[in-house]
């Protein structure tokens, strides 16, 4: 205990210095708690603002698919280069080293299969994701699904509650049902949607006219790859959208399906942090 007659009176209150009152660097996080920024900032780089997540949950729905045969030996050697790891967390914890420093965007819903009908998703113990250290909890939200988007926008908000209690920021995923149009109409309502429910993070489809998906959703927005495209393709898919606002990539195919899955990597980070041209940074892709 400090003796009582040795309290000084403190005097460097830096008078000169006005607390740092400006803004966080991610927009829509000014309200947002401790933790949700703190996590938000192992995501997004803070000298780009911009991130390159590496996506390879695809298999709780379709099975091990091209390029994810064995996540240990197609993912775990990638994640180095990778601003965040998203992926389910059974590939996690058997197949990426526990030592691994890179943020995890925790998959954490779970449901059905490509082999029946999709989007019956439950959601994880908050728990499980709490344990594996998540830096952000991802859900899939079926907009415009008759059978699934109020169960799923359940999910999602349910989920939200819990990131926002915890302090975990939490990511949308717009699943796009086989009859919706992927057009800026239907990929601004669904992140739209996302952002109105507390996502701090929306993953959605590059389209054209992205700007406006962009602009009217007050959160960072992150586009899939899609399908597998030839590697220039895959690049200006990723400029256009970092054009018209986007904060980046959580890209999956068109890394893991690469021949040059870490030469695409670093490619793609290029052009998400430092603006390059889908012309120079394909140079980096065939020099790697
Ligand atoms: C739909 C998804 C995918 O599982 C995946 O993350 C998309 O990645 P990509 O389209 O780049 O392969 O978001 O739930």
Redesign the pocket.
């Known amino acids: 205990m400090a003796d009582l007659d040795d309290i000084r009176d403190g005097d460097n209150f830096g008078l000169n210095t006005p607390a740092d009152t400006t803004s966080f660097y991610l927009k829509g996080m000014n309200s947002m708690s401790w933790g949700i920024k703190n996590r938000m900032s192992r995501i997004f780089n803070r000298d780009s603002g911009r991130t390159v997540m590496l996506?390879?949950?695809?298999g709780f729905?379709m099975g091990p698919t091209s390029g994810l045969e064995r996540i240990d030996l197609n993912i775990a050697p990638l994640a180095e280069e990778a601003d965040c790891l998203?992926g389910c967390r059974g590939m996690i914890r058997t197949s990426i080293p526990a030592d691994n420093t890179k943020p995890i965007c925790l998959r954490t819903d779970s449901g059905t299969t490509i082999l029946t009908e999709m989007n019956h998703n439950v959601l994880i113990a908050e728990e499980d994701a709490i344990s594996m250290n998540a830096s952000a909890m991802a859900a899939?939200l079926a907009i415009g699904d008759a059978a699934t988007e109020a169960s799923t926008i359940a999910n999602f908000s349910r989920l939200v509650d819990l990131g926002n209690k915890y302090g975990i920021p939490v990511m949308g995923?717009t699943?796009v049902g086989k009859d919706m149009a992927r057009d800026a109409r239907y990929f601004g309502l669904a992140s739209r949607v996302c952002a109105e429910n507390g996502a701090s993070i929306v993953?959605t489809y590059y389209t054209e006219g992205f700007e406006n998906v962009v602009a009217a959703c007050p959160v960072p927005v992150v586009i899939?790859?899609?399908?597998k495209l030839p590697e220039l393709e895959a690049l200006e898919l990723a400029h256009n959208a970092i054009q018209c606002g986007a904060a980046g990539?959580?890209?999956?195919?068109?890394?893991f399906q690469s021949d040059k899955p870490l030469a695409m990597l670093r490619a793609v980070k290029e052009v998400v942090h430092n603006g390059a041209k889908p012309s120079e940074a394909i140079e980096i892709y065939h020099a790697g």
């Open positions: 996506a390879f949950d695809h729905l998203m899939m995923v699943a993953k899939a790859g899609g399908k990539v959580d890209m999956g195919r068109n890394v």
